[in-house]
């Protein structure tokens, strides 16, 4: 059948189960808007191209779906360029649609131009310009098929209006095979019974668990390995909600602001398995002295993220939770006496770092952020889904809130940007209609896309947005306090809007707590009203996060409170 | 401190727009050298070959391969080094001397083995290929005599199919 450009992409962008899109409108895919109004395809329009990827991210995460957005040429298309980065820092499938000028204008700087996919060659997985619109089927299907396998990541299309506006013949196409791209989901079995091997003899294993665990839906099988051997883990800031945070042998996160517990057992460890990781640094700290004692076993999807920062043991590519599943088949039985005994010695050692050092702060006059976090916790009943800004919000949120189910914890890792909470809660709360979501947020980041509260109101979406007011860019400040001698240099922010007034001005809720026992009351007010709504909570202005490990030196000499 | 050698790679990748550029960024991205790159395509339209030489320590050679692997148009990668490989490098150079050194000079060149690409009263542009070390052989007995211009290939190879 014969279709334009625009009906072929609408076609493909049905087949491939997309219901919701991202986006702005502009020029160069006004055509694709027209065609996109006649479908049964939900459109959420952001206030910024920014705010649309993040959004689409979120969704993503929280869904396990691919996130897509479209976005117009030139400036709609550069102001995606955070977003993408963001996803693939974090391997998070998207599939970014930009409009493009004619393909005769291409090179001409013709109004609204700009070589995006130039520009973003290396920010995601892979990207297109789409040159004829007898190409286009097959590119937005390979885009879908690049973006969800394989090591997940955004993938971008960029679309010349003439393509969008010509015709083609449109023939559904089959499932996408790609010559040069085939990655290895099932592990190799020699490498596979060596790691069951050290599993079944390490006298003190650590499992070291990443977003691969939970982007794989490798979450059970990683609970049931670590359950029937009794191996303590820990998770990076990516892995969070991969293992029960309930569980006893959860150690909490490691690394820069990991636990005592975390980075003493890696530190002591004579196995590590790393599932979904990539040792990167915030992890590790001094490379050379990380895990020392340990064995290294690596097991992920991405041969390149194998050896790359530290060295390793046995290397295990293949899918996490496929790894997981044949791991358990070759080694596990039910927990018992036996395994308990063998355990006990190495956890009773792990129990005697988590009592001497649990995260811990002190409540006193003014409101502490870490407490703001847990009551969090405790009155979502750590069911929510928490998205995160960037810097001690994140950690905090990190440390304070109990993560016990996979996706439910949705944060910048990688690249760490700054204003992804808000418009990832967006998507997360499109994603999950019934489920609350919270975004924890800092006075600082919160600003960076605040402009995405109007859309919040306009699609009746009843996001939570938590502010720790600190007054500070409170990371960078922590920092400046520790290393810098307390010379605050530009992290004093010295004018900042009135929260409660501009939630209003925006349509939303607006609340305040400035003394402890105001934060309950106000957390359960807001959370109760379905609208979305920014709490604004004036925290101690100068409270750092802890533990705290100095860039570059190892992760088991760490600052305490 | 591992010892950074010279490592020959060539890789099969799709003859599409914008490939030697993902390859070419992917090592300025990730801050390795390219010490030559040389890329055409082959006897299949669809097929490029692309040869780099890179000068590494061999844990970022591992970490060079599995990053080019890792890019969507790279059909296909190898290691083009010891014997087991054929590599040859092609360079022109403009030898430009007095006219009574001509003579010389193209005693010089029909030693080498050069070709004459070339010639005028007092210049030459002389073709010399080989191993790559014979190709700088061949340019260090050429260059008393006034090396203008140069240009250089950077190796090519293949692999010796199983005798």
């Known amino acids: ?561 | 401190m591992q010892i950074e050698e010279k490592h020959v790679m060539t890789m099969l990748v799709d003859n599409e727009p914008g490939v030697v550029s993902r390859v070419a960024g992917l090592f300025s991205g990730k801050g390795f050298n390219i010490e030559s790159i040389c890329s055409s395509p082959t006897h299949d339209p669809r097929v490029s070959r692309i040869t780099i030489v890179t000068q590494a320590n061999a844990p970022v050679v591992e970490q060079i391969e599995k990053q080019l692997r890792k890019l969507v148009n790279v059909i296909k990668l190898r290691g083009l080094n010891g014997p087991r490989c054929v590599r040859r490098e092609l360079a022109l150079a403009c030898i430009q001397f007095k006219p009574e050194q001509r003579a010389e000079v193209l005693k010089v060149v029909e030693l080498l083995n050069g070709k004459i690409a070339d010639a005028g009263l007092s210049h030459l542009i002389v073709e010399v290929s080989g191993e790559q070390e014979e190709v700088q052989t061949a340019l260090n007995l050429l260059e008393p005599y006034g090396i203008k211009k140069l240009t250089r290939t950077g190796p090519i190879g293949l692999i010796r199919e199983p005798k």
């Open chain 1, 1 to 561: 059948m014969e279709m334009t450009g625009s009906q072929i992409l609408m076609q493909v962008l049905l087949e491939e189960g997309v219901d919701t899109i991202f986006g702005f409108p502009g020029g160069a895919v006004i055509d694709i808007y027209d065609e996109l109004a006649k479908t049964e395809i939900r459109h959420i329009l952001v206030r910024h191209e920014q705010g649309a990827v993040h959004a689409a991210d979120g969704y993503a995460r929280a869904s396990g779906k691919v996130g897509v957005c479209l976005v117009t040429s030139g400036p709609g298309a550069t102001n995606t360029v955070t977003g993408i980065a963001t996803a693939h820092a974090d391997s998070i499938p998207l599939v970014v649609i930009t409009g493009q000028v004619p393909t005769h204008l291409i090179g001409n700087d013709a109004f609204q131009e700009v070589d995006i996919v130039g520009i973003t060659r290396p920010c995601t997985k892979h990207n297109y310009l789409v040159k004829s619109t007898a190409d286009l089927a097959r590119t937005v299907k390979e885009a879908f098929y690049l973006a969800r396998s394989g090591r997940p990541g955004p993938v971008l299309v960029d679309i010349p209006k003439n393509v969008a506006n010509s015709r083609s013949l449109y023939h559904p196409l089959g499932p996408i095979r790609m010559r040069a791209y085939n990655p290895t989901y099932q592990p190799n079995v020699k490498q596979l019974r060596q790691v069951a091997r050290l599993v079944e003899t390490a006298e003190r294993p650590v499992i070291f668990s990443g977003g691969g665990v939970i982007l794989s839906g490798g979450g059970a099988e990683l609970t049931r390995l670590a359950r029937s051997h009794r191996i303590p883990v820990t998770t990076s800031l990516m892995g969070l909600g991969g293992f029960p945070g309930d569980d006893p042998l959860f150690l909490g996160m490691l690394g820069m602001h990991g636990t005592y517990a975390a980075n003493m057992s890696t530190g002591a460890c004579d196995l590590l398995l790393g599932v979904g990781v990539r040792f990167d640094d915030r992890v590790t700290g001094k490379t050379e002295a990380f895990a020392s004692q340990a064995q290294i076993v690596h097991i992920d999807i991405d041969p390149t993220s194998i050896r790359k920062n530290v060295p390793v043991s046995v290397p295990l590519v293949g899918d996490c939770r496929a790894s997981l599943q044949q791991l358990n088949a070759m080694t596990t039985e039910e927990p018992n006496a036996a395994v308990a005994d063998k355990r006990r010695k190495w956890l009773d050692r792990i129990g005697e770092w988590k009592e001497t050092q649990p995260l811990s702060y002190q409540q006193d006059r003014a409101i502490k952020p870490q407490y703001v976090v847990e009551q969090v916790c405790a009155l979502t009943k750590g069911e929510a889904i928490v998205t995160t800004e960037v810097g001690q919000n994140q950690m905090w949120a990190a440390q304070y809130y109990r993560f016990n189910h996979p996706n439910h914890f949705i944060t910048s890792g990688g690249l760490g940007t700054m204003g992804f909470g808000l418009p990832a809660a967006i998507g997360a709360q499109i994603a999950c209609p019934e489920k609350t979501v919270v975004d924890i947020a800092g006075d600082g980041s919160i600003q960076m896309n605040i402009q995405e509260m109007a859309t919040a109101v306009q699609y009746g979406l009843p996001v939570k947005i938590v502010v720790l007011n600190n007054g500070y860019l409170g990371m960078v400040r922590q920092w400046q306090e520790l290393f810098y001698g307390r010379r605050y240099s530009a992290t004093r922010i010295e004018y900042a809007p009135d929260f409660v007034k501009l939630a209003e001005a925006y349509g939303a809720m607006g609340l305040r707590a400035r003394r402890p026992e105001e934060v309950i009351p106000v957390l359960t007010e807001g959370l109760s009203v379905k609208r979305p709504v920014i709490m604004d909570f004036v925290v101690e202005a100068e409270e750092s996060v802890y533990p705290m490990v100095p860039a570059g030196a190892p992760i088991t000499e760490m600052l305490l409170v």
